[in-house]
T-cell receptor
Framework: DQQVKQNSPSLSVQEGRISILNCDYT??????FLWYKKYPAEGPTFLIS?????DKNEDGRFTVFLNKSAKHLSLHIVPSQPGDSAVYFC????????????FGSGTQLTVLP | NAGVTQTPKFQVLKTGQSMTLQCAQD?????MYWYRQDPGMGLRLIYY???????DKGEVPNGYNVSRLNKREFSLRLESAAPSQTSVYFC?????????????FGDGTRLSIL
């Protein structure tokens, strides 16, 4: 059973507009959430994270929102740029002793010029 | 600044062969991890090393062994490769296993088993 789900395999957005990537989770023991970006033939690159004690974290064009009651995480990219075209993974960490990261299956973002 | 370096980048094996995937980090991180990524799926944890001298199983450890050689290096060994182990393997490291620090990934090893 997938504990972290990214239900949209792909998303296309016009350059300059907002990109919103979504992630849902089921495990209430998750306490730390991350977003990674991945280009083809490269490893995932860390983008932004948020602790469960917060509901928003910003870093430049990237903002992550956490809604704990809905068990929902989203990444906003404003404004979107063609270089943002990549696969985006959300990940969540268990607060228990294992503290493993569980990854979603990814969303392919395409920013159209 | 190399970060996390994985070797080799590509490998083709025959069923039953063995091989070791190498990983080294130059960020003085305490914790290291091995993941596999299969098509249409997220990364799944194979083994991790919370600190030098310790290793633990992750979600999908069967068919693999690991060695934390020193603080910098963490290797993954396939003793008898099977076609189901065809995948892209990623090594990662983080400053601490316990704190809120992100993991940083290498560029992966693409492994095909015939």
């Amino acid at each position: 059973d997938q504990q972290v789900k990214q239900n949209s395999p792909s998303l296309s957005v016009q350059e300059g507009r907002i990109s919103i990537l979504n992630c849902d989770y089921t495990n209430s023991m998750f306490d730390y959430f991350l977003w990674y970006k991945k280009y083809p033939a490269e490893g995932p690159t860390f983008l932004i994270s948020i602790s469960s004690i917060k509901d928003k974290n910003e870093d430049g064009r990237f903002t992550v929102f956490l809604n704990k009651s809905a068990k929902h995480l989203s990444l906003h990219i404003v404004p979107s740029q063609p270089g943002d075209s990549a696969v985006y993974f959300c990940a969540a960490r268990d607060s228990g002793s294992a503290r493993q990261l569980t990854f979603g299956s990814g969303t392919q973002l395409t920013v159209l010029p | 600044n190399a970060g996390v370096t994985q070797t080799p980048k590509f490998q083709v094996l025959k069923t039953g062969q063995s091989m070791t995937l190498q990983c080294a980090q130059d960020m003085n991180h305490n914790s290291m991890y091995w993941y596999r990524q299969d098509p249409g799926m997220g990364l799944r944890l194979i083994y991790y090393s919370a600190s030098e001298g310790t290793t633990d199983k992750g979600e999908v450890p069967n068919g693999y062994n690991v060695s934390r050689l020193n603080k910098r290096e963490f290797s993954l060994r396939l003793e008898s490769a099977a076609p189901s182990q065809t995948s892209v393997y990623f090594c990662a490291s983080s400053e601490s296993f316990w704190g809120n620090q992100p993991q940083h990934f290498g560029d992966g090893t693409r492994l095909s088993i015939l």
